[in-house]
């Protein structure tokens, strides 16, 4: 949250790594702050879930990341989108350094796809899930909220389907 005495009435919201900057005029009360955070959260999610990132794009993401959380050690082959993968959120085969997300992952929140791209690349480093895998992906701050993320999707997925239901 950064306040500007300089802002007189627009509010705008930008992501800098990891964190979420929302600037706000000077004036605001705290519940106007707090609604606004609110409001600019989610603006800032529907903008992320309507950007589809190239496969060239997912390859320079997976880099950053692999620096960032992993010392630039996991250096994938290739990294892509592909299309059959309906029950995997992502696969890596280390023997060839390939990184392969699902399409399903588009238009999901940045965060959801960085989690499943640190998840493919931490795979590079330790193939199975031991403990020392879990430990490589406790640097990402957000594991635990894409997990669920996941979950909730894989969840919904199952829930029934009412004919003549209408969504709103």
């Known amino acids: 949250m950064r306040r500007s005495a300089r802002r007189r009435r627009t509010v705008s919201a930008y992501r800098e790594g990891d ?44 880099e950053r990341l692999s620096g960032q959380y992993f ?53 590079l480093l330790v193939p199975g899930h031991g403990p020392r895998f879990w430990r490589l992906l406790e640097a990402y701050p957000r594991t635990e909220r894409a997990r669920g993320y996941l979950e909730g999707v894989v969840a919904a997925d199952r829930l029934p389907h009412v004919p003549g239901a209408r969504s709103e």
């Open 71 to 123: 010392e630039g050690r996991a250096r994938p082959a290739s990294v892509r989108w592909v299309t059959n993968q309906n029950t995997r959120w992502g696969s890596c085969t280390p023997s060839e350094g390939s990184i392969r997300l699902s399409h399903r992952l588009q238009g999901m929140p940045e965060y959801v796809v960085d989690y499943v791209l640190l998840h493919e690349l931490a795979h």
């Open 19 to 62: 964190r979420t900057v929302v600037l706000i005029p000077a004036r605001m009360s705290e519940a106007e702050e707090q609604r606004w955070v609110s409001v600019m959260l989610d603006k800032l999610a529907a903008q992320e879930s309507k950007r589809v990132l190239g496969d060239a794009e997912l390859a320079e993401r997976a």
